[in-house]
Each structure stands twice: as structure tokens, then as C-alpha cells.
């Protein structure tokens, strides 16, 4: 089955330091992955969706500025946490569907999720 | 537009006893209804998905769904449950508008021995 790669798993940063989250498609292309934040016993929230070759498109209320988004192939998008600050702590997961079923009848691929701490 | 609402926050059963967790949802359009597991710290794992086809849908670990559109209705049942299936769970639908997804706020499950 499709399989989404997101690393680093867990990271601890000092505030005013940048972090940088990968996710990748393992076995398939996706044009399109998704950005999640997740509060402590909450549903995810998007945050942004990353298009390939293109400009992200954020949801209201997330800083573009603060978290940075490229998606420069088919297989990979990162997410850049810049200038940390301990408010930013949380867990933040990716999710991709696969290229060759990209409508809404495919359903999402997750990644195992990134444990962000910012000290 | 559409909207997912997970009726019940918290579940608990016993070992073996059935399980049922409540989804309804809104939408304008015609839907494709995921159900979703999520483990402590892990991403979240399809068990099954309703798109048009049969309305009773079959996932893994012995999951099955029912959609009811008449009810808007998506609920999740397992006849048995074992204690690997306490975590959370998540009603998502989806409609072709840029890919997005709209989720539940999730149903954690807890299974007592």
C-alpha cells in the first residue's frame, strides 16, 4: 500500500531556532500533501496544502512567513517552523494522496507525525 | 460545504463486547466517508472508506461501517473488541474542493480487560 514517510519522528529545538519537517511518498507521486497541527487530544487542523511546483496555499490564520512550505517534487514536501517558539510545541502531521487516484474517492495517507518541542 | 460530527467524545467498552462509534455528517454533495485510527504519537491509518459503492463497508481488523444517507449517518462497529483497538478514531469526509478533507473531532476509544 501507499506509504507516507515523515522525519524527523520527534525533535527538540531552542526558541528562535528553525525546524525542518520531511514528508515523502514512499511508492507513489502526489501532486498535493497536506499540512496537519495537532493539539493534545484535539482533531487536526490543516494548516496549509503543499502543491508541487507551486505556492502553498495556507488556511486562515496560519503565518506563511512562519511556517514555510516547499514542495519541490513529486515525492517530497517540507514544512520549515522558523524562528521557534515554545507556543509552536505540538505535533504536526503530513498526508498525501496518491497521484494516480487524485480525486476525492482516494483516501489520505498519513505520516507517522513529528513531536515538535520548543524549549 | 460539509461537516463531520462524531457524536461521542469518549467510548469505553469491555474486552469482547461490541463496539459502535457514532459519525454523522453534512454535505452538499454526494460524499466519500473515511474512517480513521490514530495510536498515541502515530499518523493515522485507513480502516475503511465509503465511496457510492455498497453502503455497508468492510475495513481491517474486523471494522465494518453502514451508510445511511437517509440518517446522514456513518457510524463504525466492530462485533468484538480486543484491546489493540483502544486509540482514536476519526470520521472524515472529502469532496473534491482542492483535495481537502474535512474531520471529525474524534472518538477515543478505551478497552477495559
Known amino acids: 500500500g501507499a506509504v507516507v514517510s515523515q522525519h524527523p519522528s520527534r525533535v527538540i529545538c531552542k526558541s528562535g531556532t528553525s525546524v525542518k519537517i520531511e514528508c515523502r511518498s514512499l511508492d507513489f507521486q502526489a501532486t498535493t500533501m497536506f499540512w496537519y497541527r495537532q493539539f493534545p487530544k484535539k482533531s487536526l487542523m490543516l494548516m496549509a496544502t503543499s502543491n508541487e511546483g507551486s505556492k502553498a496555499t495556507y488556511e486562515q490564520g496560519v503565518e506563511k512567513d512562519k511556517f514555510l512550505i516547499n514542495h519541490a517534487s513529486l515525492t517530497l514536501s517540507t514544512l520549515t517552523v522558523t524562528s521557534a517558539h515554545p507556543e509552536d510545541s505540538s505535533f504536526y502531521i503530513c498526508?498525501?494522496?496518491?497521484?494516480?487516484?487524485?480525486?476525492?474517492?482516494?483516501?489520505?495517507?498519513f505520516g507517522n507525525g513529528t513531536r515538535l518541542t520548543v524549549t | 460545504a460539509q461537516s463531520v460530527t462524531q457524536l461521542d467524545s469518549h467510548v469505553s467498552v469491555s474486552e469482547g463486547t461490541p463496539v459502535l462509534l457514532r459519525c454523522n455528517y453534512s454535505?452538499?454533495?454526494?460524499?466519500?466517508l473515511f474512517w480513521y485510527v490514530q495510536h498515541p504519537n502515530k499518523g493515522l491509518q485507513l480502516l475503511l472508506k465509503?465511496?457510492?459503492?455498497?453502503?455497508l463497508v468492510k475495513g481491517i481488523n474486523g471494522f465494518e461501517a453502514e451508510f445511511k444517507k437517509s440518517e446522514t449517518s456513518f457510524h463504525l462497529t466492530k462485533p468484538s473488541a480486543h484491546m489493540s483497538d483502544a486509540a482514536e478514531y476519526f470520521c472524515?469526509?472529502?469532496?473534491?474542493?482542492?483535495?481537502?478533507?474535512?474531520f471529525g473531532d474524534g472518538t477515543t476509544l478505551t478497552v477495559k480487560p
Open positions: 498526508s498525501a494522496r496518491d497521484w494516480g487516484q487524485d480525486d476525492y474517492n482516494s483516501p489520505l495517507h
Open positions: 465509503y465511496t457510492s459503492a455498497a453502503t
Open positions: 472524515v469526509v472529502s469532496r473534491t474542493n482542492a483535495g481537502k478533507s474535512t
Open positions: 454535505s452538499s454533495y454526494s460524499p466519500s
